[in-house]
């Protein structure tokens, strides 16, 4: 067992309402920074019913972060001060780098059934207040690897020699969407310093080589460092997202939409914002 992962904790996450009153579930949030690190927060939505979400998140800020938009299911349409506009459709993702400051909307349409997360991707110090990028990633944009009994969607990273959708400018994180099918073992290698964990979209499985338990849907699962993952899906199959990226170990002042190193960043921004001064990059 040298070198496999053992699971260090398991989160259930927290019903929310955001935006202008989306129903969520805050998987990672404030209190997380610490051991997620680079992750700040993860937001996973799964509705069929169009009034959880169709208020959607009306024109905001942010900064010093990436906002990382991935749908399996949904239609969003989209729109920010760079000029960008669009929408994020099944099995899409949406890679936004926020950097010194962008404003932007999200506004989810009507569709048979709203699952996806957003995952928020910290900035190192250094490139805090890089120049706003936006990257759409379209379906076609992310390799597929079927290995038979299961099937690896890479959207970000490297997956055994095959490059993925993107890799991230600043922090480059592994980004994987892994369906098995039922009793199904796959294992991973993986870089040991990296944080790593999975959310689990649908189904269950056993996460944890030292004992026959299984975690079920809906659940994020933090391991300890090592070398390889190995993970086996319950009698109903499993599907779980999979992030990895190494810490940076920096200090995080975070306020609402934006996330510096100390408090006189926080300050700065929201004056900013005030002085109508935060934008300081303009469609081209």
């Not at 959607?56 to 349409?77: K, N, Q």
């Not at 909307?105 to 910290?122: D, F, H, I, S």
């Not at 490139?127 to 759409?136: E, I, R, S």
Request: glycine share 10%; net charge negative.
């Amino acid at each position: 067992m040298s070198g496999i992962r053992k699971i260090r904790k398991i989160i259930t996450g927290e019903r929310a309402v955001d935006g202008a009153g989306v129903q969520l579930v805050r998987v990672l949030g404030h209190k997380d920074t610490k051991d997620f690190d680079p992750f700040l927060m993860l937001d996973a939505f799964d509705s069929v019913n169009p009034d959880d979400y169709i208020k959607g998140f009306p024109w905001h800020p942010h900064r010093g972060i990436e906002t990382v938009t991935y749908l399996i299911r949904g239609d969003i349409e989209h729109g920010d001060s760079l000029g960008n506009k669009g929408s994020i459709l099944d099995g899409e993702c949406q890679w936004m780098t926020a950097g010194s400051g962008i404003i932007h909307q999200e506004m989810p349409k009507p569709c048979e059934r709203m699952l996806g997360v957003q995952l928020w991707l910290n900035l190192p110090k250094k490139n805090k207040m890089t120049a706003p990028k936006y990257h759409g990633i379209t379906s076609g944009d992310i390799p597929v690897i079927d290995e038979g009994a299961s099937k690896i969607h890479v959207i970000a990273g490297t997956y055994n020699g095959k490059a993925g959708a993107f890799e991230g400018d600043y922090v480059k994180p592994l980004y994987l969407d892994v369906e098995m099918t039922a009793g199904v073992q796959w294992e991973l290698d993986t870089d040991r310093e990296a944080t790593l964990f999975v959310y689990i979209v649908h189904g269950e499985g056993n996460l944890d080589p030292e004992n026959d338990k299984m975690i079920p849907a809906k659940h994020a699962v933090l391991f300890d460092a090592g070398t390889k993952l190995r993970v086996k899906a319950g009698p109903n199959g499993m599907r779980f997202l999979l992030l990895a990226g190494k810490p940076l170990n920096e200090p995080i002042a975070w306020g609402g939409p934006i996330v510096m190193n100390t408090r006189e960043e926080l300050d700065i921004a929201f004056q900013e914002l005030r002085d109508k001064t935060f934008i300081k990059h303009l469609p081209s």
